[in-house]
């Protein structure tokens, strides 16, 4: 049993790593490329990131005694709810970007260059936060540690060969941002179908791709929308 156990809490622990392993990498990936400039600017933004989801993942590990009691059924309820509620407090979090960037802004003026950086990887929030809450979490207690292994492993060696190789190509830092948010996104995809069909539940593809929407709109208007007013205020001023 004690082997077990250890074996079960190693598995885990590479699962719940997965994260801060491929950060290290894109971090890697982008001093060597892209220069110490950017690997500032990105190393902070992924830095601030990394600790809203730790505080994420720490929350959800907060519940775990409690469901591990539970029976069939009341797990089934219990992920239900926790999914429904998680996704929509993580989506008002968008609202938070803008009193974030401004505080930052007056705290670490020297760091304004980042902020596209952050507004790239806010989406990450929403994806790794209902990652940790529901799925990391419900597949833990239904001891389903090696699908979660698996899915992480995946997921760290394939976004590792396509930044790399995309670092190499494309030449872009702003790009392997997006990749790595798309791959945040897809393995919460595959996470939840796969737990859906464990839990025997419908998947609720509306609310998936109303994450997807409103992501983009998210990153479009803040990055597109911001830039034409900005456009317009020089003009005006000129």
Known sequence: NFFFDMFVGCRILVSDYTNILLFAVCRIIVKEEFGLITFAMISFSISLIILAVNFLNQLSLSTLPTLRTLDESGIK??????????????????????????????W?????????????????????????????????ILRKED??????TIYLITVTFIIKYLSLTIK????LLIV???????????????????????????????EITLSCIFIFTNIYIASVLELMMINILY
Request: charged letters at 15%.
């Open 172 to 175: 872009s830092s702003e790009v």
């Open 108 to 140: 670490l003026p020297k760091y304004n260059e980042s902020h596209v950086y952050i507004l790239l990887l806010f989406p990450l929030v929403v994806y790794e936060g209902k990652m940790q809450i529901s799925f990391s979490l419900f597949l833990k």
């Open 180 to 210: 790595i948010v798309l791959s945040s996104l897809i393995r919460g995809i595959v996470a939840e179908l796969l737990l859906n069909r464990i839990l025997n539940v419908k998947p609720n593809n509306y609310r998936i791709l109303l």
């Open 147 to 152: 699908v979660l292994l698996k899915i992480n």
């Open 77 to 106: 309820a219990s992920y239900l709810k926790l999914r429904n509620i998680s996704s929509s407090i993580l989506l008002i979090s968008f609202v938070l970007y803008k009193p974030i960037v401004y505080l930052l802004s007056l």
